[in-house]
Protein backbone atom coordinates (compact mmCIF):
# COMPACT_ATOMS: atom_id res chain seq x y z
CA UNK A 1 0.00 0.00 0.00
CA UNK A 2 2.61 2.42 0.97
CA UNK A 3 4.74 1.84 -2.28
CA UNK A 4 1.56 2.39 -3.84
CA UNK A 5 0.70 5.69 -2.56
CA UNK A 6 4.85 6.24 -3.06
CA UNK A 7 3.99 5.62 -7.01
CA UNK A 8 1.08 7.61 -7.16
CA UNK A 9 2.61 10.45 -5.66
CA UNK A 10 5.88 10.38 -7.96
CA UNK A 11 3.42 10.38 -11.24
CA UNK A 12 1.26 13.18 -9.57
CA UNK A 13 4.60 14.96 -9.45
CA UNK A 14 5.64 14.34 -13.15
CA UNK A 15 2.41 15.14 -14.42
CA UNK A 16 2.51 18.18 -12.85
CA UNK A 17 6.22 18.92 -13.64
CA UNK A 18 5.29 18.01 -16.99
CA UNK A 19 2.01 20.30 -17.20
CA UNK A 20 4.08 23.52 -16.27
CA UNK A 21 6.79 22.78 -18.45
CA UNK A 22 4.23 22.73 -21.42
CA UNK A 23 2.33 25.72 -20.01
CA UNK A 24 5.24 27.72 -19.92
CA UNK A 25 6.26 26.45 -23.53
CA UNK A 26 2.51 27.64 -24.98
CA UNK A 27 2.59 30.78 -23.19
CA UNK A 28 4.25 33.47 -26.17
CA UNK A 29 6.06 36.42 -25.63
CA UNK A 30 4.97 39.71 -26.69
CA UNK A 31 8.37 41.20 -28.50
CA UNK A 32 7.82 44.07 -29.74
CA UNK A 33 5.94 44.93 -32.53
CA UNK A 34 1.88 44.90 -33.12
CA UNK A 35 -0.32 43.17 -31.12
CA UNK A 36 -2.22 41.57 -34.60
CA UNK A 37 2.09 40.43 -35.65
CA UNK A 38 2.38 38.55 -32.41
CA UNK A 39 -0.88 36.69 -32.67
CA UNK A 40 -0.25 35.76 -36.52
CA UNK A 41 2.76 34.08 -35.09
CA UNK A 42 1.27 31.78 -32.92
CA UNK A 43 1.52 28.31 -34.02
CA UNK A 44 -1.18 25.81 -32.99
CA UNK A 45 -1.77 25.54 -29.28
CA UNK A 46 0.18 29.17 -28.36
CA UNK A 47 -1.37 31.82 -26.46
CA UNK A 48 -0.66 35.30 -25.08
CA UNK A 49 -1.98 35.67 -21.60
CA UNK A 50 -2.12 39.24 -20.04
CA UNK A 51 -4.72 39.88 -17.52
CA UNK A 52 -2.74 42.58 -15.46
CA UNK A 53 -3.46 44.89 -19.10
CA UNK A 54 -6.69 45.16 -17.16
CA UNK A 55 -7.06 43.85 -14.10
CA UNK A 56 -10.42 44.41 -13.33
CA UNK A 57 -13.54 45.39 -15.66
CA UNK A 58 -16.32 43.48 -17.62
CA UNK A 59 -15.03 40.57 -19.85
CA UNK A 60 -15.90 39.88 -23.54
CA UNK A 61 -14.21 36.48 -25.27
CA UNK A 62 -14.71 37.18 -29.13
CA UNK A 63 -13.74 33.51 -31.13
CA UNK A 64 -12.96 34.06 -34.94
CA UNK A 65 -13.59 30.90 -37.23
CA UNK A 66 -11.42 32.00 -40.00
CA UNK A 67 -8.24 32.86 -38.11
CA UNK A 68 -8.43 29.91 -35.29
CA UNK A 69 -8.11 32.75 -32.86
CA UNK A 70 -9.69 33.88 -29.46
CA UNK A 71 -9.91 36.94 -27.80
CA UNK A 72 -10.48 38.04 -24.83
CA UNK A 73 -11.30 41.64 -23.74
CA UNK A 74 -11.92 42.81 -19.97
CA UNK A 75 -12.86 46.15 -19.90
CA UNK A 76 -12.63 46.80 -22.73
CA UNK A 77 -8.93 45.82 -23.92
CA UNK A 78 -7.45 43.13 -25.47
CA UNK A 79 -5.79 40.58 -22.52
CA UNK A 80 -4.96 37.61 -24.29
CA UNK A 81 -5.23 35.87 -27.75
CA UNK A 82 -4.99 32.12 -28.40
CA UNK A 83 -5.22 29.82 -30.65
CA UNK A 84 -8.19 27.08 -31.26
CA UNK A 85 -9.56 24.66 -33.39
CA UNK A 86 -13.54 24.96 -34.37
CA UNK A 87 -15.67 22.98 -35.88
CA UNK A 88 -14.70 20.80 -38.62
CA UNK A 89 -16.79 20.10 -42.12
CA UNK A 90 -20.36 19.09 -41.48
CA UNK A 91 -19.81 19.62 -37.69
CA UNK A 92 -19.47 23.36 -37.71
CA UNK A 93 -19.68 25.93 -34.98
CA UNK A 94 -22.47 27.91 -35.20
CA UNK A 95 -21.91 31.79 -35.26
CA UNK A 96 -23.89 34.49 -33.15
CA UNK A 97 -23.63 36.03 -30.06
CA UNK A 98 -24.00 33.20 -26.88
CA UNK A 99 -23.23 33.64 -22.94
CA UNK A 100 -21.47 31.27 -20.65
CA UNK A 101 -24.86 28.76 -19.62
CA UNK A 102 -22.69 26.65 -17.45
CA UNK A 103 -18.83 25.65 -16.28
CA UNK A 104 -17.21 23.01 -15.04
CA UNK A 105 -13.72 22.39 -14.11
CA UNK A 106 -14.09 18.73 -15.21
CA UNK A 107 -16.50 17.19 -17.58
CA UNK A 108 -17.29 14.41 -19.90
CA UNK A 109 -19.43 14.10 -23.40
CA UNK A 110 -21.99 11.64 -22.98
CA UNK A 111 -22.78 11.53 -26.69
CA UNK A 112 -18.80 11.58 -27.56
CA UNK A 113 -17.72 8.07 -26.18
CA UNK A 114 -17.42 10.00 -22.68
CA UNK A 115 -15.07 12.06 -23.96
CA UNK A 116 -13.37 14.78 -21.87
CA UNK A 117 -13.88 18.03 -21.67
CA UNK A 118 -11.61 19.89 -19.17
CA UNK A 119 -12.65 23.25 -18.15
CA UNK A 120 -15.61 23.16 -20.13
CA UNK A 121 -17.97 26.45 -20.42
CA UNK A 122 -21.24 25.68 -21.93
CA UNK A 123 -22.77 27.91 -24.66
CA UNK A 124 -25.42 26.39 -26.08
CA UNK A 125 -28.27 23.58 -24.74
CA UNK A 126 -27.19 21.59 -27.92
CA UNK A 127 -24.03 21.06 -26.60
CA UNK A 128 -21.49 23.97 -27.81
CA UNK A 129 -18.91 24.78 -25.31
CA UNK A 130 -15.20 26.17 -24.99
CA UNK A 131 -13.34 23.37 -23.40
CA UNK A 132 -9.05 22.46 -23.49
CA UNK A 133 -8.53 19.78 -26.36
CA UNK A 134 -6.40 19.12 -29.21
CA UNK A 135 -5.40 21.52 -31.39
CA UNK A 136 -4.05 20.21 -34.94
CA UNK A 137 -3.68 23.57 -36.16
CA UNK A 138 -7.39 23.50 -38.02
CA UNK A 139 -10.90 23.18 -37.74
CA UNK A 140 -11.09 19.93 -36.09
CA UNK A 141 -13.82 19.75 -33.57
CA UNK A 142 -17.49 18.22 -33.52
CA UNK A 143 -19.10 21.98 -33.18
CA UNK A 144 -17.00 23.18 -29.39
CA UNK A 145 -14.26 25.41 -29.49
CA UNK A 146 -10.95 23.77 -28.58
CA UNK A 147 -8.68 25.44 -26.23
CA UNK A 148 -4.72 24.95 -25.51
CA UNK A 149 -5.20 23.43 -21.78
CA UNK A 150 -3.13 25.93 -19.74
CA UNK A 151 -5.14 28.62 -21.38
CA UNK A 152 -8.38 26.88 -20.68
CA UNK A 153 -7.56 26.76 -16.93
CA UNK A 154 -6.56 30.47 -16.87
CA UNK A 155 -9.90 31.79 -19.06
CA UNK A 156 -12.04 29.25 -16.93
CA UNK A 157 -10.47 31.13 -13.99
CA UNK A 158 -11.53 34.66 -14.85
CA UNK A 159 -15.23 34.73 -16.60
CA UNK A 160 -18.37 34.12 -14.92
CA UNK A 161 -21.59 32.92 -15.88
CA UNK A 162 -23.66 34.85 -18.63
CA UNK A 163 -20.83 36.30 -19.74
CA UNK A 164 -20.96 37.30 -23.55
CA UNK A 165 -19.03 35.48 -26.13
CA UNK A 166 -19.38 35.91 -29.80
CA UNK A 167 -18.46 33.61 -32.30
CA UNK A 168 -17.51 35.20 -35.80
CA UNK A 169 -16.19 34.47 -39.36
CA UNK A 170 -14.49 37.73 -40.79
CA UNK A 171 -10.93 38.89 -41.27
CA UNK A 172 -8.68 39.54 -38.51
CA UNK A 173 -9.25 43.22 -36.60
CA UNK A 174 -8.15 44.28 -33.16
CA UNK A 175 -11.17 45.60 -31.47
CA UNK A 176 -11.49 47.26 -28.37
CA UNK A 177 -15.13 47.70 -26.32
CA UNK A 178 -16.61 45.29 -24.54
CA UNK A 179 -20.01 45.99 -25.51
CA UNK A 180 -21.30 43.62 -28.89
CA UNK A 181 -24.24 45.32 -29.49
CA UNK A 182 -23.05 49.31 -29.10
CA UNK A 183 -21.36 50.94 -32.37
CA UNK A 184 -18.10 52.74 -31.98
CA UNK A 185 -18.10 56.35 -31.13
CA UNK A 186 -17.49 58.51 -34.47
CA UNK A 187 -13.57 59.06 -35.17
CA UNK A 188 -12.24 62.62 -36.05
CA UNK A 189 -12.82 65.07 -33.27
CA UNK A 190 -12.98 64.27 -29.73
CA UNK A 191 -16.11 63.25 -28.74
CA UNK A 192 -17.36 62.87 -24.67
CA UNK A 193 -19.94 60.98 -23.74
CA UNK A 194 -19.94 59.59 -19.82
CA UNK A 195 -23.41 59.33 -19.79
CA UNK A 196 -22.67 55.92 -21.97
CA UNK A 197 -21.42 54.29 -18.86
CA UNK A 198 -21.62 56.06 -15.41
CA UNK A 199 -19.29 53.40 -13.25
CA UNK A 200 -17.07 51.22 -13.57
CA UNK A 201 -13.05 50.84 -13.76
CA UNK A 202 -11.39 53.17 -16.46
CA UNK A 203 -8.68 52.20 -19.38
CA UNK A 204 -7.01 54.55 -22.12
CA UNK A 205 -6.15 52.99 -25.22
CA UNK A 206 -3.46 55.43 -27.43
CA UNK A 207 -3.43 53.52 -31.00
CA UNK A 208 0.05 54.92 -32.59
CA UNK A 209 -1.41 53.84 -36.52
CA UNK A 210 -4.49 55.65 -35.26
CA UNK A 211 -2.18 58.24 -33.45
CA UNK A 212 -6.12 58.46 -31.80
CA UNK A 213 -6.93 57.90 -28.02
CA UNK A 214 -9.84 55.77 -26.77
CA UNK A 215 -11.61 55.68 -23.18
CA UNK A 216 -13.37 52.72 -21.28
CA UNK A 217 -15.28 53.09 -18.43
CA UNK A 218 -16.78 49.64 -17.31
CA UNK A 219 -16.19 48.00 -20.67
CA UNK A 220 -17.61 50.69 -22.53
CA UNK A 221 -16.67 53.53 -24.35
CA UNK A 222 -16.92 57.00 -23.51
CA UNK A 223 -14.61 59.34 -24.94
CA UNK A 224 -12.47 59.15 -27.95
CA UNK A 225 -9.86 62.16 -29.19
CA UNK A 226 -6.87 62.70 -31.73
CA UNK A 227 -3.62 62.71 -30.11
CA UNK A 228 -0.17 64.28 -31.00
CA UNK A 229 3.46 62.58 -29.82
CA UNK A 230 6.74 62.74 -30.52
CA UNK A 231 8.37 59.50 -32.57
CA UNK A 232 7.25 55.78 -33.39
CA UNK A 233 5.44 53.13 -31.43
CA UNK A 234 6.97 50.35 -32.20
CA UNK A 235 5.08 47.91 -29.44
CA UNK A 236 2.78 47.44 -27.13
CA UNK A 237 3.56 48.98 -23.54
CA UNK A 238 1.17 49.28 -20.32
CA UNK A 239 0.44 51.23 -17.30
CA UNK A 240 -1.33 51.73 -14.45
CA UNK A 241 -1.66 54.56 -12.22
CA UNK A 242 -0.84 54.00 -8.87
CA UNK A 243 -1.76 57.63 -7.46
CA UNK A 244 -2.10 61.16 -8.13
CA UNK A 245 -0.61 63.62 -5.70
CA UNK A 246 -0.92 67.33 -5.90
CA UNK A 247 -1.35 67.31 -9.63
CA UNK A 248 1.22 64.60 -10.59
CA UNK A 249 -0.21 61.39 -12.23
CA UNK A 250 2.35 58.44 -11.10
CA UNK A 251 2.30 55.34 -13.50
CA UNK A 252 3.38 51.96 -12.84
CA UNK A 253 5.01 50.42 -16.33
CA UNK A 254 3.85 46.95 -16.77
CA UNK A 255 6.23 43.86 -18.04
CA UNK A 256 4.32 42.20 -20.48
CA UNK A 257 5.80 38.74 -21.97
CA UNK A 258 9.37 39.06 -23.84
CA UNK A 259 9.98 41.98 -21.64
CA UNK A 260 12.70 42.03 -18.91
CA UNK A 261 12.62 43.07 -15.46
CA UNK A 262 13.55 46.37 -16.19
CA UNK A 263 9.74 47.18 -17.27
CA UNK A 264 7.79 46.91 -14.19
CA UNK A 265 9.82 50.01 -12.88
CA UNK A 266 7.95 52.58 -12.05
CA UNK A 267 7.52 55.28 -15.81
CA UNK A 268 5.28 57.62 -16.31
CA UNK A 269 4.61 58.73 -19.94
CA UNK A 270 5.35 61.64 -20.84
CA UNK A 271 2.64 64.26 -19.89
CA UNK A 272 3.55 65.49 -23.56
CA UNK A 273 3.57 62.94 -25.44
CA UNK A 274 -0.05 61.66 -25.32
CA UNK A 275 -2.12 64.79 -25.49
CA UNK A 276 -5.58 65.65 -26.90
CA UNK A 277 -7.67 68.74 -26.85
CA UNK A 278 -7.48 70.46 -23.30
CA UNK A 279 -11.52 70.45 -22.71
CA UNK A 280 -10.78 66.59 -23.33
CA UNK A 281 -7.88 66.36 -21.31
CA UNK A 282 -9.70 68.33 -18.22
CA UNK A 283 -12.11 65.88 -18.84
CA UNK A 284 -10.78 62.85 -18.90
CA UNK A 285 -8.90 63.92 -15.42
CA UNK A 286 -12.50 63.71 -13.95
CA UNK A 287 -12.16 59.73 -14.49
CA UNK A 288 -9.54 58.90 -13.92
CA UNK A 289 -8.13 57.95 -10.57
CA UNK A 290 -5.70 54.51 -8.84
CA UNK A 291 -6.23 51.58 -11.10
CA UNK A 292 -6.61 53.39 -14.28
CA UNK A 293 -4.99 51.40 -17.34
CA UNK A 294 -3.25 53.05 -19.85
CA UNK A 295 -2.49 50.96 -22.92
CA UNK A 296 -0.13 52.13 -26.00
CA UNK A 297 -0.30 49.83 -28.56
CA UNK A 298 1.04 50.35 -32.72
CA UNK A 299 -2.17 48.62 -34.25
CA UNK A 300 -4.87 50.69 -35.37
CA UNK A 301 -7.88 50.49 -32.97
CA UNK A 302 -9.84 48.83 -36.23
CA UNK A 303 -13.09 50.69 -34.82
CA UNK A 304 -16.27 49.62 -36.93
CA UNK A 305 -19.54 48.16 -36.15
CA UNK A 306 -19.12 44.10 -37.71
CA UNK A 307 -19.42 43.31 -34.59
CA UNK A 308 -22.90 44.19 -34.41
CA UNK A 309 -25.23 41.45 -33.23
CA UNK A 310 -26.25 39.10 -36.21
CA UNK A 311 -29.57 37.10 -37.00
CA UNK A 312 -30.73 34.31 -34.91
CA UNK A 313 -28.79 30.88 -35.11
CA UNK A 314 -31.42 28.57 -36.12
CA UNK A 315 -31.74 25.85 -33.53
CA UNK A 316 -31.53 22.89 -35.96
CA UNK A 317 -27.95 24.70 -37.52
CA UNK A 318 -26.37 23.93 -33.88
CA UNK A 319 -24.62 20.47 -33.56
CA UNK A 320 -22.89 18.30 -30.96
CA UNK A 321 -26.24 18.07 -29.29
CA UNK A 322 -26.02 15.98 -25.98
CA UNK A 323 -28.83 12.98 -25.38
CA UNK A 324 -30.49 15.58 -22.67
CA UNK A 325 -29.74 18.51 -20.67
CA UNK A 326 -30.72 16.35 -17.07
CA UNK A 327 -27.03 14.97 -17.23
CA UNK A 328 -25.67 18.08 -17.68
CA UNK A 329 -27.45 19.31 -14.84
CA UNK A 330 -27.29 16.15 -12.73
CA UNK A 331 -23.26 16.74 -13.01
CA UNK A 332 -22.56 17.88 -9.24
CA UNK A 333 -19.18 19.51 -10.58
CA UNK A 334 -21.14 21.99 -13.01
CA UNK A 335 -22.01 25.48 -12.28
CA UNK A 336 -25.39 27.02 -13.46
CA UNK A 337 -26.77 29.97 -13.04
Not at 55 to 73: H, K
Not at 243 to 253: H, L, P, T
Not at 270 to 283: H, W
Amino acid sequence: MLRSKRIKALFLAIATGLLATAGAAQMQPINGGTVMASVERLRPGQYIWVPEIAPAGPMLVVVNIATQRVVAYRNGVPIAVSTISTGKPGHRTPTGVFTILQKAKWHRSSKYSNAPMPFMQRLTWYGIALHAGNLPGYPASHGCIRLPHEFARLLFEETDLGMTVIVTNQAPALRIGADPVAPALPAGPAVWRPELSRSGPVSIVVSGADRRMVVLRGGVEIGSAPVAFDGVIDRVQAYVLQDVVAGDYRWQRLALPGEGRAAVTPAAPDAGRFQGSDPFRRALAGVVGPGTTLVVIPDSLGLGSDLARPAAVATEALIENDPGVAGWLEDDQVTTR
